[in-house]
Each structure stands twice: as structure tokens, then as C-alpha cells.
């Protein structure tokens, strides 16, 4: 009797733990329906490993394995962009942006772009528009503060402090206890007092490599890019349904270029224009402060010079517009250089010619006989 009523307490104890700290360990796992992703989230993502992450808010849909977790590398975001919901926003402002330009986003191809400049000039007096223009805030404890002001590579633009001059301008951030502006400050190593040396007294700090080493510290800088990606693509007028990823720093680095007062410059990449105070990684959380950026295209008004919009339109010397029209033009809407049968555009437009099944008369009458 003993030992069955020690059994029956080892089996209580069992389905105690299965039933509480058991679950807890399954709602973790990849197959339950309590988990983000599964049938009752009303997003409506597949609860996947490594296609979710866990505490770094890459993709907005969170999940965990009951060993690890599984989490892509993505670095930790704070703010604006760890909120998930309103990442469409960015993506929308700079659709917006480059549709306000006739210039494409980033990764499409020559003929949407082409698409995109045709419909600023065929506005009425599209010439006299105004220069795109955007005006932001660059947060010296941000790491990339976004413009939502639309870039393409080869269009000119410049970027500068609002108000500010060259010398010593008149917008500062702090890097700590150093007041400076956009252009920064110097530092350099001193031997004798085995520091780093900057304003005038060693500093522990400036001993950490700053973002881009070849301009002072806390200068202003900027890159060109996505500062949200879709995962998939995505349709107009769906934008807010759609998942976004943050930003990728492997591939801003490699824009990364600096502005300080004022810069003026000929794009080499398309995005959007994202700016930074010139910091090592791990300091920004002592910066204090903002400058506001104007950035402004100067290569505006775009030219009229089109090369894709013929091609839509059928070869005027294809079978088809030759016998649509007959030598009856009243307007030519197809492309004089499409290369269809390879007739001159002279016999095109000839209406004395008797438009047949091309062969000559005679056989035709032939085979009537």
C-alpha cells in the first residue's frame, strides 16, 4: 500500500508540472496557437523559425523556441522605428517624395523612372515648379534620422544647416559636455599624456572609433537608402498592410558621406537621404540636441528627353498599323523607329497605294480567274 500510494503521489507530482510549468514550456514552442503567427493572429504570418525574431522588433511578429530563441541580426531599435505599426509611414512619405520629383524608389527599373518623369512634364508650365525642397531634424542621440526626401543616382542636390554659415554656425549639439556644430571637432592623440586629446583636456571617450573616421567627431553626416523595406512587394494603396524591416547598416555604411554646414553633390545612389551626428556606436546616449537640414534638388527642372515612351506604342511600320490606317494618318500615334516590316515612313503614309494582302496586283487577279 505504501508504495502504490508513494506512486500516485510521484504521478500527482508529474502531471502538476506538465500541466504548469509544461505548458508554459509549449506556449514557447513553434506549434502552438497562442504564439504570434499562428491561426488566432489576425495579422496573418506564418510562425516560422528564423523568419520571426524575438526581442529586436525586426519584422514585427515576435516568437520563441523552448531551448533558444531565434533572432536574425538585426541591431536593437528604440523609438520610432521599434513601433512596428507606423513603419508603413516612412515607406509612404518617400514614395511620396520621389512622385512629387518624377524620380523612381529604390530598385525599380530605367522605364518606371522614365514613367515617373513623364508625369512632371507633361504638367502645365512644369518648368516654373518650385525646386523639391524638405526641411528635418537630425537628433544628435539618433543614430539615423530619416528625411523622407527621395534621392536618384545621377540628380544633384544640396544638403544644408538651416540658418547656419560657414565657420562657427549658429545651430549646436552636445556631445556630452563638448558644445559644438555641424562641422565638429578635432581630436588627436597626445604621447606625452598617453590620452586623446580634444577642446583642450584629455577625453577617456574619443579613444572609441567613430561611425566615419575620416571626419571629426560629432560632424554632420548622411547616407542614401532605405530607411524601411518591405518584405514583399507592395501593391498602391496597400502600404499599411504590408511588413516592413528596419533598415540595413551594412548597406548605408557604404553611402555614408559628409555634409558638416553644407554639401552639394551628385548622387551615386537612389533612397532616401538619412542623416547622423558623427559618434562611435556605443555614445550616443550622452548626445543632446538637434540641427535642422534642408535639403533641396538642384538639378530641377527634370529634361523632356524620353526614350521608353515610344516603345510602347507599336512600330508605325508593323502590319498592323499600316492596314489599321491605310495612308489616313489624322495623328502618328505609333513609333516612327520601332523597326516593324521595315518600310520607310514615306510608303507608310502613302494613301495612293492599294493596300492589299501584299501581293503584287496581277497574281491577285490570277487566282480570282
Known amino acids: 500500500m505504501q508504495l502504490i500510494g508513494l506512486l500516485l503521489q510521484i504521478a500527482y507530482f508529474y502531471l502538476t508540472i506538465v500541466n504548469v510549468c509544461g505548458y508554459d514550456a509549449f506556449r514557447d514552442g513553434y506549434f502552438n496557437d497562442v504564439l504570434p503567427g499562428g491561426p488566432g493572429d489576425d495579422r496573418n504570418t506564418p510562425n516560422l523559425p528564423f523568419t520571426t525574431d524575438t526581442n529586436r522588433l525586426s519584422d514585427g511578429v515576435t516568437s520563441t523556441a523552448v531551448a533558444d530563441v531565434t533572432s536574425p541580426h538585426f541591431p536593437i531599435y528604440n523609438g520610432s522605428l521599434s513601433n512596428t505599426t507606423e513603419r508603413y509611414k516612412f515607406y509612404v512619405n518617400y514614395q511620396r517624395s520621389a512622385a512629387e520629383q518624377g524620380i523612381g524608389i529604390l530598385g525599380v527599373g530605367d522605364s518606371v523612372i522614365e514613367d515617373a518623369k513623364v508625369k512632371i512634364t507633361r504638367l502645365k508650365n512644369y518648368t516654373s515648379l518650385p525646386k523639391p525642397s524638405a526641411d528635418f531634424k537630425v537628433y544628435a542621440a539618433i543614430k539615423w534620422n530619416p528625411s523622407n526626401f527621395a534621392l536618384q543616382t545621377g540628380e544633384y542636390y544640396r544638403v544644408e544647416v538651416v540658418g547656419s554659415h560657414h565657420g562657427f554656425g549658429d545651430q549646436f549639439w552636445n556631445d556630452g559636455g563638448i558644445r559644438v556644430d555641424a562641422e565638429g571637432y578635432e581630436a588627436f592623440y597626445d604621447a606625452i599624456s598617453n590620452c586623446y586629446v580634444a577642446v583642450g583636456r584629455c577625453r577617456p571617450h574619443l579613444k572609441k572609433r567613430r561611425r566615419f573616421p575620416e571626419a571629426n567627431w560629432m560632424a554632420l553626416m548622411c547616407a542614401i537608402g532605405d ?70 534638388r538642384m538639378s530641377w527642372p527634370p529634361t523632356s528627353e524620353t526614350y521608353y515612351q515610344a516603345l510602347y506604342n507599336e512600330a508605325c511600320d508593323s502590319a498592323r498599323a499600316v492596314y489599321k490606317h491605310m495612308g489616313n494618318w489624322s495623328e502618328i500615334d505609333c513609333n516612327p523607329d520601332g523597326g516593324g516590316s521595315g518600310w520607310v515612313m514615306d510608303d507608310v503614309l502613302n494613301t495612293i497605294t492599294r493596300y492589299t494582302s501584299g501581293m503584287p496586283d496581277d497574281f491577285v487577279g490570277d487566282l480570282e480567274r
Open 227 to 296: 530607411f524601411v523595406r518591405p518584405l514583399t512587394i507592395v501593391a498602391p494603396g496597400f502600404e499599411s498592410e504590408a511588413r516592413y524591416l528596419p533598415l540595413d547598416e551594412s548597406r548605408l555604411q557604404e553611402t555614408i558621406f559628409h555634409v558638416g554646414h553644407e554639401f552639394e553633390f551628385r548622387a551615386n545612389n537612389t533612397g532616401q537621404l538619412i542623416c547622423f551626428a558623427n559618434d562611435a556606436h556605443t555614445l550616443y546616449w550622452n548626445n543632446i540636441g538637434d540641427l535642422d537640414v534642408r535639403v533641396t
